[in-house]
């Protein structure tokens, strides 16, 4: 993860690739993603030990 954080910036700054600056905003907007994401992740964990 760290590594291509690093890649991505040295990127951006040579101007190989265009991004946005981090904002707020941007977390706001993606913030029920994680939410779904572990809701998924513990109800199929769930489901798998019903099962047996």
């Given at each position: 993860?760290?590594?291509?954080?690093?890649?991505?910036?040295?990127?951006?700054?040579?101007?190989?690739?265009?991004?946005?600056?981090?904002?707020e905003n941007v977390v706001n907007k993606i913030m029920p993603l994680p939410?779904?994401?572990?809701?998924n992740l513990l109800f199929g964990l769930a489901g798998t030990q019903a099962t047996r």
């Amino acid at each position: 993860l760290t590594v291509s954080i690093a890649i991505l910036y040295t990127a951006r700054s040579f101007n190989i690739i265009r991004f946005p600056h981090f904002s707020e905003n941007v977390v706001n907007k993606i913030m029920p993603l994680p939410m779904f994401f572990f809701g998924n992740l513990l109800f199929g964990l769930a489901g798998t030990q019903a099962t047996r």
